[in-house]
């Protein structure tokens, strides 16, 4: 009696030990995460040369084998990426000051041609307003007015927006950005040794290795083959636009490229200003739509095709954790946010696979089964499918591995079932 009391005092210990540990993780998460918003005028520099250095190593790398020094392979890395700011700064720099500065002008050409849609909204706005008025007059009667206080709220999304609205907040990303990357890439080695001392045996070295080898492989791939469908895509809706006789068919064909980088989200804007563009540059309203059609159709292709095809089962991603990626960090740092999302659910989905801890959360970002439930599925009775039916779960592996065990140890305690 007295070993059955003891025995349930530890267990209700360790249950609150548990929801402590839980409470204990869930604020420093908190935490972690305002910081990363407080600071993110130092942060997102710091973070897109990371990205950035764990793609661009390897090239810095495979220059060492040919005698390269890395200070000098990194400083042609860094040439490399001006030329392309450069080069793609002058291609759509023209045009779109163009397009900007004739805006204004295109506006009231844009509300004729949608007047159906923006007088049926005016409709519904002035019901609202007069709802809103009668509720004001019953509510006047019953009480006294009081002076309404009015507040100025920027939008959230407008605070992102600012942080590279300036020049002078785009020559300081870039100057740190840049910066770091080339120290990075000369000196990151040296750094990744030293940190390698740091660290008590040798298994958490080799782990720690495994954990950048896995980060980087999977970045590099990951930019590398959509910088490569997002370069075509660009040339295939240049081309398109040019056909169609849009104006500054380079611009759109730019816009494509680097819009493609953001998933679901980068399309559904794209498609959006290709529309309001073509529908004030065009006479009929049905060319817009052409227009924008088939922008949606080429990227509709390379998003539901050609991509799959070529990243493969090993880079899929579930569609809601990328929204809601997106969503998270560009909340917190705006429109660079929106472009480090899927690298950042990248490097952490291959962190996580390296450790045996938070391989259920990796499989949660879209990592395939490790190999050892794998193996531990393959050994599990057919005879006691009755025991698994219920439990079993196709997108989680690890359960139903569980459940075959207890299973397999019911069985034989009970040999007559």
Known sequence: MLSDNHSEAIRREGQEDSKASLSTRICATMLVFFALYYARAMVIPVVTAIVLFLTLRPIVRQGQRFGIPSAVGGAGVIGVIFLMLAGGTYLVFQ????????????????????????????DVDEATEDLAES???VDATDADEKPVPVEIKQPTWASGWS???GTGNIVSF????????????????????????MLPD??????????????????????????????????????????????????WGVMAFAFNFIPILG??????????????????????????????????????????????RSMSMSPVLVFLSIV??????????????????????????????????????????????????SEQVSGHESSTTQLDCPFLGFASSTASADGDRIADRHPSR
């Open 328 to 377: 998270l960090w560009g909340w917190m740092w705006g429109i660079m946010g929106v472009f480090l999302s899927v690298p950042i659910l990248i490097a952490v989905r291959m962190a996580c696979e390296a450790y045996d801890g938070l391989q259920p959360l990796a499989m949660i970002l879209g990592a395939e089964v490790p190999k050892t439930i794998e193996k531990a599925k």
């Open 95 to 122: 045009p779109a000051r163009e397009t900007i500065a004739e805006a204004p002008q295109h506006i009231a050409t844009f509300k004729e041609k949608l007047s159906f849609v923006t007088e049926s909204i005016e």
């Open 163 to 165: 942080y590279l609205s």
């Open 135 to 137: 509720e004001e007059d």
């Open 174 to 197: 870039l100057t740190i950005c840049l910066a770091l990357l080339y120290f990075l890439l000369a000196t990151g080695d040296d750094l990744l040794r030293n940190i390698m001392r």
């Open 267 to 312: 399309a559904i804007v794209g498609a959006t200003i290709i529309f309001a563009v073509a529908l004030v540059n065009f006479e009929p309203t049905y060319y817009a739509v052409i227009v924008a059609g088939t922008f949606v159709t080429l990227t509709s292709l390379e998003g539901q095709f050609i991509t799959p095809s070529i990243l493969g």
């Open 202 to 251: 040798f298994t958490a070295r080799r782990r720690l290795v495994e954990v950048i080898q896995n980060v980087q492989e999977g970045l590099g791939n990951y930019l590398a083959q959509v910088s490569t469908i997002n370069l075509c895509l660009g040339i295939a809706v240049a081309i398109a636009m040019w056909v169609l006789g849009m104006p500054s068919p380079v611009l």
